[in-house]
């Protein structure tokens, strides 16, 4: 989750305010991680490295996958303390949170998005390829929300409910790799893949919209589409 500026790329402009979009993706990241881990009672360690691992689980296998180290999950202090601060909130004030439960959700979509972008980018400027950066751009999305569910015992989200959290993703991802070749990748089109994300991920939501279930011969696919 560095700076959206990557050198190698072609005509890959610097987002306005691009680093501090990055810290509230975090802290809003972890806010969701800080509230799974509330409902399992945990301790205040425990709430925070849940909060750490959720707003920047993605940024860490990222940078894992792609060798940048040492990753900034570790290495970015102000990242890092945005994540710790959304774990000491939600510790201390997670009654008034919980009841703010949706406004997360809305702001989870959001660093869903620019989570994304980020990681597609920062792999594209890498190098690394392509696909692979479509990869490790969805993984950037949904990474820290996957560790969140593992680490309380969860069946991950994105598998047991069939939510569409990692096919916005994908499809953000996709959308940047594409941009990023034709050369024009510049801030407005960086906006307008943050939105589709946003938007693909809350219509989602709002709409009841799910992946398909497992194929059934006489039903067809199973379960609510």
Same mark, same amino acid.
Do not use: H
């Given at each position: 989750? *560095?700076?959206?500026?990557? @050198?190698?790329?072609?005509?890959?402009a610097r987002?306005?305010?691009? *680093?501090?979009?990055?810290?509230?993706?975090?802290?809003?990241?972890?806010?969701?991680?800080?509230?799974?881990?509330?409902?399992?009672? $945990?301790?205040l360690f425990?709430? @925070?490295?849940?909060?750490?691992?959720?707003?920047?689980?993605?940024? #860490?296998?990222?940078?894992?996958?792609i060798g940048?180290?040492?990753?900034?999950?570790?290495?970015?202090?102000? @990242?890092?303390?945005?994540? @710790?601060?959304?774990?000491?909130?939600? $510790?201390?004030?997670?009654?008034?949170?919980?009841?703010?439960?949706?406004?997360?959700?809305?702001?989870?979509?959001?660093?869903?998005?620019?989570?994304?972008?980020?990681?597609?980018?920062?792999? #594209?400027?890498?190098?690394?390829?392509?696909?692979?950066?479509?990869?490790?751009?969805?993984?950037?999305?949904?990474?820290?929300?996957?560790?969140?569910?593992?680490?309380?015992?969860?069946?991950? /989200?994105?598998?047991?409910?069939?939510?569409?959290?990692?096919?916005?993703? /994908?499809?953000?991802?996709?959308? *940047?790799?594409?941009?990023?070749?034709?050369?024009?990748?510049?801030?407005?089109?960086?906006?307008?893949?943050?939105?589709?994300? $946003?938007?693909?991920? #809350?219509?989602? #939501?709002?709409?009841?919209?799910?992946?398909?279930?497992?194929?059934?011969?006489?039903?067809?696919?199973?379960?609510?589409?």
């Amino acid at each position: 989750m *560095t700076a959206l500026l990557v @050198l190698d790329a072609p005509d890959v402009a610097r987002l306005p305010f691009d *680093t501090a979009l990055e810290i509230v993706a975090v802290f809003c990241a972890a806010l969701s991680g800080g509230l799974a881990a509330v409902r399992k009672n $945990f301790d205040l360690f425990g709430v @925070l490295v849940l909060a750490w691992c959720t707003g920047l689980g993605g940024g #860490l296998v990222r940078d894992v996958l792609i060798g940048a180290v040492p990753p900034v999950g570790i290495a970015d202090w102000r @990242l890092v303390a945005s994540a @710790l601060a959304a774990g000491i909130l939600i $510790f201390f004030l997670n009654p008034r949170l919980e009841r703010m439960r949706r406004s997360i959700i809305v702001l989870d979509a959001g660093a869903l998005a620019l989570f994304v972008l980020v990681g597609t980018v920062k792999a #594209l400027g890498l190098g690394v390829g392509l696909l692979p950066s479509v990869i490790v751009g969805m993984l950037t999305g949904i990474g820290g929300g996957v560790l969140r569910d593992l680490l309380t015992g969860e069946v991950p /989200l994105i598998l047991q409910d069939r939510q569409l959290y990692a096919i916005p993703a /994908l499809a953000g991802a996709l959308v *940047t790799a594409a941009v990023w070749q034709a050369g024009l990748l510049g801030v407005v089109a960086q906006l307008a893949i943050i939105a589709l994300v $946003f938007g693909f991920r #809350l219509a989602s #939501l709002r709409l009841g919209w799910t992946a398909p279930g497992p194929w059934s011969s006489r039903g067809g696919s199973s379960g609510r589409m």
